[in-house]
């Protein structure tokens, strides 16, 4: 009679185990169905058009990272740093303003367009922390350093906005790479990265 509760508790655990084991694969199969990430109940027309509509949507996603890109390295020509400033909340407003109009691009897997949200909020992030970063250079000329000061400080600046930077590009970078190999795997593609265009890494 002592064993007996403890059978009981044995037993409700297996059934628990067993029902998880069940529940926790149908949970993830109709998230994923949800999601739009399964081509198992696609006809072959139907995987043509996806497949087609999702290089399509990636490839102006890439392309539009690449002129952003290029964009961003000509800014300093202008030597005056307030029209660099409205220059990079142009080039940043316009970028996130084309990469919106690729989700207007029907068919394509749904992680297209996730990996399109992410970016389009990273790069809302970039640009307050762009602008504290031209504002401190502007608070700093305004205590009349000297030249030498004035490239020091701007130089530990840079540094402090190269790992806010890289801590920005990471903060996504697992869910990207998800993204990037499923969408290779269950298209049998090899899609474009920002290192295939020219200067790229």
């Avoid at 064993?3 to 508790?9: E, I, L, R, T, V």
């Avoid at 058009?49 to 490839?59: G, L, P, S, V």
């Avoid at 307030?82 to 996130?96: F, K, L």
């Avoid at 922390?129 to 000061?149: C, H, R």
């Amino acid at each position: 009679m002592e064993n007996k509760p403890a059978k009981q508790s044995s037993g409700n655990s297996m059934i628990k185990n067993i029902a998880m084991g069940v529940i926790t694969p149908v949970l993830a199969a109709t998230i994923i169905y949800f999601l739009g990430f399964n081509k198992g109940d696609d006809s072959k027309a139907e995987f043509k058009k996806r497949k087609e509509a999702t290089e399509k949507a990636w490839n102006a996603y890439i392309q539009n990272r690449g002129i952003f890109s290029t964009v961003m390295k000509d800014l300093s020509k202008s030597g005056d740093i307030e029209i660099t400033r409205s220059n990079i909340n142009h080039e940043i407003d316009a970028t996130v303003s084309n990469l919106e109009n690729i989700k207007k691009e029907p068919n394509a897997d749904q992680r297209v367009y996730a990996t399109v949200d992410i970016v389009i909020q990273q790069m809302k992030d970039m640009k307050p922390i762009m602008n504290k970063f031209l504002d401190d250079i502007v608070a700093y000329i305004a205590t009349n350093p000297t030249e030498e000061q004035g490239n020091a400080f701007i130089l530990n600046l840079g540094e402090g906005l190269k790992e806010q930077m890289t801590e920005l590009r990471q903060r996504d970078s697992l869910r990207l790479a998800v993204f990037y190999e499923g969408l290779n795997k269950d298209y049998t593609i090899k899609l474009p990265t920002s290192a295939d265009l020219p200067g790229g890494k």
